[in-house]
């Protein structure tokens, strides 16, 4: 059973930067699509950045152009560079395995991102 730890979460101010960073456990990482997704309070989960193993991105619109996903499968590990935040970018952000357009495996405890002045 794959687990996931996310981190790198924290306070910022509009217009900063966060880098999050997902570790995944077991093996097989470099094997299946990842992805980030958030869920701000009294509102759905939502996908926000999707990597395929060959290295394909997939963003949501309300991010293009803010935030990269990227990975290191030497590490397990999968990131979001979140640039240019925005209030509306707070939410606890969670990674999972992405299989067929959808989640795939146990949610992690997220990691929380505040945006506000």
């Known amino acids: 059973q794959v687990r996931f730890v996310e981190s790198g979460g924290g306070l910022v101010q509009p217009g900063g930067s966060l880098r999050l960073s997902c570790a995944a456990s077991?093996?097989?990482?470099?094997?299946?699509?990842m992805a980030w997704y958030r869920q701000a309070p009294g509102k759905q989960r939502d996908l926000v950045a999707a990597?395929?193993?060959?290295?394909?991105?997939n963003y949501a619109d309300f991010v293009k152009g803010r935030f990269t996903i990227s990975r290191d499968n030497a590490k397990n590990t999968v990131y979001l560079q979140m640039n240019s935040l925005k209030p509306e970018d707070t939410a606890v952000y969670y990674c999972?395995?992405?299989?067929?357009?959808?989640?795939?495996?146990?949610w992690g405890k997220g990691t929380q991102v505040t945006v506000s002045s």
């Open positions: 077991g093996s097989g990482f470099g094997t299946y699509a």
């Open positions: 999972n395995r992405r299989l067929a357009g959808k989640p795939y495996g146990d």
């Open positions: 990597l395929t193993s060959g290295g394909n991105t």
